[in-house]
Structures are given as C-alpha cells and as structure tokens.
C-alpha cells in the first residue's frame, strides 16, 4: 500500500513544485561558485531549500526534511559571513543536491524517501561546525540591499497551499495523468558527486543504482503540462466560430435537398466550406501550440551536468545556452534529453582538452561548449558545438577497421562527411580505455536511433584542432508528420519528408553493379540502390522508375519506387493488434483510401542488399 494513500494528489503537486525548485537551485549553484560573494544568489538558495523542506515536513517525509535543514543551515551560515564558499564546500552541497533528487525518485514511488548517506550527513555536520572563516561583512550600502530586496519574491506557504488544493479551494488536474517527478530534472545517476567519479564512493553509488527503477517510472508518470490561459481561450474562440459555421453548413445542406441550387446558393455553400477550411486550421495549430513549451526547462539541467564532469576530468569548461525560450512540442522536449545528455557528454568527455593540451595548442586553458536552440521554417535546430581539438576522419576510419565494424573497401570509398557518420555505429568508440564516463561504444548509435525515431536528422560537422558541432533538426511536433506519398503497384505509402534528399528517374542504363550491389552514380556520388518491393516483399509488375534519395543510416540510398502522390501531412494512427514488416501505421488520404506509413529505420536494418538483377527481374 503506498505511504501516501489520500494524499497522491498533494504529493504530485509538491513533486512537481519541488523538482522545479531544485532544477532551478542547481542553476544558481553553478552561478555561485563562479560569483561566491553574491548575497542575492545565496538568499535565493537558501529560500529554495528552505521552500523544499517546508513541503517535505507537510508530508511527513522526515528523511528529506533533516538533509534540506543541515543543508539550509549551511547556508544561513554562508550568507551570514560564517562560512566562506571553497570547492570543496561547493562539492559537499552539490552531493546534498543529489541526495535530495534520490528521495524525490522515492516520493514519486509513493513510498518515504531513505536517509541519506551517513558519510554525506556527518560531513554536513563537520561543516557546520566549523569555525568561522571571515569576519562579518559591512552592512550592504542602500543600492545593494535594494537590490537583493528586489530579487527576493514572497516564499510559497506549502501547508496552507497544500491544504486549499485538498479542501478544493485551488483546482489540479486528475490525479491519473499528474507528474510524479519533472522529467527535465536531472538523475543522480548521471553526475559524479563532490567532485569524484561516482564508481570512487561505493556507498552512494549502491544508493543510486537501488532507485535507477524509481526513476524511470516516475519519468513515466509524467503526463501533465502547463499551458497558457490565452491559449485555451483562442481554442475555445475558434471551437465557438466552428459551431457557426457548422450551422451555416446544416441551414445550405436543408436548402439544397430542398431542390435549392441557384449560383447564390452554391456560392454560400463555398465560402462556408472555405470558412471552416480556415478555422480548422486555425483550430489545429492552436491545439499543437498547447503542447508547445519551452526548450530551457531541458537546458536548465546542462550547466551543473557539465562542472561536475569537467570538475572530475580535470578540464576548464564553460556552458553557453542560447534559445532557451524556442518552443517544441513537450513529447519531443522529453524524448530528447537522454540523446543531448550523451551529447553533451561527449563534448566535454571526448572533444574539450585539458588546460595544459589547450595551452600547449595556443588556446585559452578554459574552453568553451555551446547549446542553442532557433526555430527554422517549421523546424527546431539544436546544436551542441564546442572549441575543442574537433574529430579527424582518418582516425575514424582507421577504428571502424580495427573494431571490424565495417570492411577496409567499404571505408575508404568514404569522404569525410560520411566517415564522420562512423561514429554512430554500433559498437563505436575511439577511446582506447573504457571509464566511467566513455569506451563503451555505447551512446551515439542510441542518439541517432532516437533522433531519428522523433523524424528528425543529425548532422557533424568538424575541423581538427578547431572544434565539433552536432546540429539535429527536428519538426516543430510529433502529431502532424510531413511525408512523401510515394506509389508502389496501386498502393500508396508514406516516408518522412525529414529523410528526402531528392527525387530521381531511375534509368536501368545508369544502374550499375558494384560487389554484386545495385548502385547509380548522382553528382558523382556512388550510392546503392534498394527496391521498396524487395524490402516490404511485396510482388509488382514492372521495373521501379523512380528513386527517392534518402538519408540512411552512415550513407545516402536511393529507395526505387513505381510513382508519386505528392507532399502531404498525415496525422498517424497506430495499427492495433497487428505489426507488419517495416510498417509504422496508417492513415487515409483525402479520396478515402489508406495510406501506409513506412518506418524506414526497420526497413533498412532488416532488408538484405539489392542486386541489379533482382532490381529490374520485374521488368523481364
């Protein structure tokens, strides 16, 4: 039974409170120990985990009520002139910060939080009582403490707002889709705490592996989302000016049965369907923007990610985030915090030098590792750049071979943009040594995969000695898909737009064998060739006329197909209780009939090679 039986509701409105308190104090933690003498930044630490355990002790969470005290104390002994910040303090509190995210993963269980670490609450204590370390500063002059007064906001009362939301008085969503924990908050299990590698301290790491399960499911609760009440409103707006025109619809449609079919007449009858042609497209782009949120609420969680990893690799770095305020559709949001974790990681793991190797090059000793977001067209662009020593492309392909990942003719027939693809290979990895952080050859490959699940692409571009920029685009939201209907037989079947590089004729002059493989040349490009119903086996009459060059895998290829449809915008449904080969689900097109829509990752990682012969045997 869970611990917090007819509480639930409260304790997802605290969680989600609280984990953006802590997201936010995680933030200002890597501001104050670039600025340590800031009496606003330590006020405001102070209110967030004094705001925390107000909450935890409404709940009877008393674990996490006794660390956020020792933690506050600290604190009020740090902005008192008690205590002065160092890094090894900084180290100790940022710990703290990552036990208090371990038993929020327990509340989101239902279940009370364990005590924290005995070693992590005896070094509080030692703190504590440390002597003090400066004398009392003077009082602020009136400019300053206008100043500090200014970024002070009124403290939230936890007991009293709690218990209006329980008497009804402040209305919350269904307990069913509520968050049990913000899904941009960052897991313990990531950061290495007080600047050592997290394998160093077995007794946090057993702590951390014991809640990993925590949590996943509490990332899996969370269904909830913030929208603005201008938003609801132009919906409700435009769902009003549908109904008219519904009505304006029903009143012509009683005329014409009526036998009422003057030019008049029929000219209403267009301007109505052209009316709520408008509205529901209106009505469609109002209902995406309130999936719509900000792509800072996954940024805020990068800058303490990247000084605990460069704090334990022994490298300078600063984190530049740009864009925070570009809007993408909150699945999406959370989709993709995994993949830029890796990213990001990378960056900092395996393409930032040290400061003596910077030194040594003629760069500054701290470097610098970018995050952007921009809105382009209908498309998101994220990109993580960095000034590090960038990727040399003979280097990957010499690793490829040595791992056996690919043959030696496969790799050198590559230019550098594609051998830079290497690197999301399965099994990939250009580090000689496996440590806690890379070597496993694990994570790019993931990346790709999950990019590519949410239609979007990524791309590298690097220079050696120079730096590294990972750009990813992405469609603006998962609900619509822009496709490509392409024709195979009479059946029609959709490919995401995201993958389409060009359409082709497919002359069987021009196609070539190469190994036993189908290729054409395009712009001086050999690419191979793969037939849509070679891989759906699906049996046509007659040679595929066209290509679709598409973006797959390390390569381009080109998907032969009978025809085209055209351009379109599908909304997907699922196909239930049945997964054919290759198929991601359906959808109708306009005249009625179905269109399938191909998940072309499974299609390309299942389907054998093309031969030319097996290519055009249709057309003998």
């Known amino acids: ?7 639930e509701e409260l304790l997802q ?3 989600t409170e609280a984990n953006e308190l802590l997201a936010d104090l995680d933030n ?3 501001d104050l120990e670039k600025a340590p003498e800031d009496a606003a930044l330590l006020n405001a630490v102070f209110r967030n985990f004094h705001t925390i355990k107000g909450g935890a002790g409404f709940l009877g969470a008393t674990e996490l009520v006794k660390l956020c005290h020792r933690t506050e104390s600290l604190f009020d002994r740090l902005r008192n002139g008690h205590l002065a910040l160092d890094p090894k303090l900084m180290d100790l509190i940022l710990s703290a910060t990552a036990a208090v995210r371990d038993m929020f993963g327990d509340l989101g269980g239902a279940r009370q939080p364990q005590g924290a670490p005995r070693d992590l609450l005896l070094a509080l204590e030692n703190a504590l009582d440390a002597r003090p370390a400066r004398a009392a500063e003077p009082a602020p002059s009136a400019a300053g403490a206008a100043a500090t007064t200014a970024t002070q906001a009124p403290e939230p009362n936890w007991p009293v707002l709690l218990a209006s939301i329980a008497a009804g008085a402040v209305t919350t969503p269904p307990a069913e889709g509520r968050a049990a924990a913000a899904p941009a908050q960052t897991p ?7 600047g050592r590698r997290a394998s160093d301290d077995p007794g946090v790491e057993a702590v951390r592996a014991g809640r990993r399960e925590t949590d996943k499911l509490a990332i899996a609760k969370d269904s909830t989302i913030r929208i603005d009440t201008a938003r609801l409103d132009q919906v409700l707006n435009l769902s009003g000016e549908i109904g008219l025109t519904k009505n304006r619809l029903t009143c012509l449609r009683t005329e014409l049965l009526s036998g009422k079919s003057d030019a008049q007449t029929l000219r209403a009858l267009d301007e109505s369907i052209e009316q709520l042609d408008l509205l529901v497209g209106d009505l469609q782009n109002a209902v995406m923007k309130t999936r719509m949120q900000p792509i800072g609420r996954l940024f805020q969680k990068y800058p303490r990610l990247v000084r605990d990893l460069a704090r334990t690799l022994g490298k300078e770095i600063d984190l530049e985030l740009r864009g925070e305020d570009t809007e993408l559709d909150r699945t999406m949001i959370e989709e993709l915090s995994d993949p830029l974790v890796h990213l990001v990681r990378n960056a900092v ?5 040290t400061p003596q190797e910077r030194r040594a090059a003629g760069k500054p000793e701290k470097g610098t590792v970018a995050l952007s977001a921009r809105q382009a067209g209908d498309h998101i662009v994220i990109e993580i750049s960095d000034d590090g020593r960038g990727i040399r492309p003979e280097v990957l392909r010499r690793k490829a071979i040595e791992k056996g990942l690919l043959d030696a003719e496969s790799v050198h027939g590559m230019d550098d943009r594609q051998a830079l693809q290497l690197i999301f290979l399965p099994g990939f990895s250009t580090k000689d040594q496996v440590s806690s952080v890379s070597g496993r050859g694990v994570g790019m ?5 999950n990019i590519h699940k949410l239609n979007g692409r990524i791309e590298i571009t690097s220079h050696a000695g120079v730096g590294t920029t990972i750009s990813i685009s992405l469609p603006l939201t998962l609900a619509i898909l822009p496709v490509l209907v392409v024709r195979l037989g009479e059946q029609a079947f959709a490919l995401p737009l995201t993958m389409v590089r060009e359409i082709v004729r497919l002359d069987p ?6 190994s036993g493989k189908a290729t054409v040349v395009i712009r001086d490009q050999v690419l191979p060739v793969r037939a849509l119903g070679s891989m759906l086996d699906m049996p046509c009459e007659g040679a595929p006329g066209y290509g679709v060059l598409l973006q797959a ?3 381009d290829v080109v998907l032969a197909v009978d025809g085209f449809v055209g351009r379109d915008d599908l909304v997907i449904k699922p196909l239930d209780g049945v997964k054919p080969k290759g198929i991601a689900g359906a959808t109708l097109s306009g005249d009625g009939s179905i269109v399938l829509v191909l998940d072309m990752e499974a299609l390309f990682r299942d389907a054998p090679a093309e031969s030319r012969a097996r290519l055009f045997a249709r057309a003998a």
């Open 1 to 7: 039974m869970s611990d917090f039986a007819g509480n």
């Open 445 to 449: 490959d993931v990346v790709k995969t």
């Open 553 to 555: 895998a390390t390569s």
């Open 28 to 30: 200002r933690l890597v």
């Open 349 to 353: 793991d395996h393409g930032m030098e």
């Open 509 to 514: 002059a021009q196609v070539q064998s190469v």
């Open 13 to 15: 409105d605290f969680l």
């Open 188 to 194: 313990a299990t990531v950061y290495p705490s007080a």
